[in-house]
């Protein structure tokens, strides 16, 4: 299906009052790969357990997974007639399929998803921590403690459980691929306990990457922007569904099948040297926040960079570098090998191409123009993409500016390479 052939806004006004959200009742139908995907051995011999596989990117990963040759365990929350389609499709692969209903915030349905993928399958090479939960809020009022407490519950704390319970049983050529979102890195006020969350994925990702690489094991996060799954119409006004994804560049919401590619490279073989990475499937939205600094182009700017975070280096909240450097690619670059997790940009210097905090390349633009509101699908994170959980290693070339740290007075900050956090 080419893309001027998927649908795009506007869409019938619709609302689903349970969460996470049912297919059957979506308008359009969202595609999963039923009739498209094809399969090449990619994951033969393989089992995976797939979170909130019974809709949406969950079910479009599960079968790709099958199609690919691996066995699926999938989880679910109460949607059983999704959940059966997904497994139907799965065996129709000719692969295994297995269905664990049940709330992942309890203890008890947490350890049986693993164990239960170990009695089946015997063997555990890929885990997708795909279910989420998210709710918009049109204030902070709005949330109570316990809706908070869902939130990261499902988001967070059922992800770091599954992980830790399955990389027991997990040998080296194993993956972990955790579903973030744009909600990361560009926060939806209106989602700010779910995009709160989003961030720590990435962050825990980054982290984990680290800790399972002598073990042979990688984790990677896959970044979805807008994309169409039952969770948009059970927990957006239907307003908002009507003009759901044409906010971004390709002006539509993605298709669940259209994630299933980058969850797959992630779990083959194929990315054995990939491991902290985020994949952002996003319909041409940008995970990076330096966007207006890249519209100016003068010859010469001093920025003030305020990095929090700078790993194994500077473990203090916050430092200052004056950096002069020929706008471009050398700077956004340099920010990412440095490992900033976070990183703003404050002028301090005069830049001509920048008025009252504008770019003068794009007059009138706003961060809120900007910014991408996030999707995430029933048992999935959908609609999400965040940046990088892992910092680009080495440090960028090119351009001739200089690198002046107060805090070192003088001195170029240690390399991405040689001890920062990476």
Known sequence: ??????????F??????HTPGRTADMNPQPDHGEKTYEGSGRLAGKAAIVTGGDSGIGRAVAIAFAREGADVLIAYLDEDDD?????????????????????IRDRKHRDAIVDKAIEAFGRLDVVVNNAAYQMSYPSLDAISDEEWDKTF?????????????????????????NTSSINADHPNPGLIAYATTKGAIQNFTGGLAQLLAEKGIRANCVAPGPIWTPLIPSTMPADKVEQFGKQVPMKRPGQPAELAAAYVMLASDEASYISGATIAVTGGAPIIQV???MAAWPPALTYEVRAVGFHNVIRESAMKIDVSVKLGAALVSGCLALGFAQAGFAQTGTNPSM???????????SQEESRTPDTTSANNANGNVGESGGATNGVAGGGNGKTTNKRFKG??????GSGAGQ
């Open 291 to 293: 966007v207006e600094l």
């Open 12 to 17: 019938p006004e619709q609302q689903q009052d």
């Open 153 to 177: 519950d499902t988001n967070i704390g059922a992800m770091f459980r599954i992980t830790r319970a399955a990389v027991r049983h997990m040998k080296p050529g194993g993956a972990i691929i």
């Open 411 to 416: 001195a170029t900050p240690p390399r991405a």
């Open 1 to 10: 299906m080419s893309d001027t052939q998927r649908p795009a806004p506007s």
């Open 83 to 103: 959940a059966r389609e997904t497994a139907r499709c799965v065996e129709d692969a000719g692969r295994k399929a297995v269905l664990v209903g049940g709330d």
């Open 355 to 365: 008025q009252n905090g504008k770019s003068a390349a794009q007059p009138g633009a």
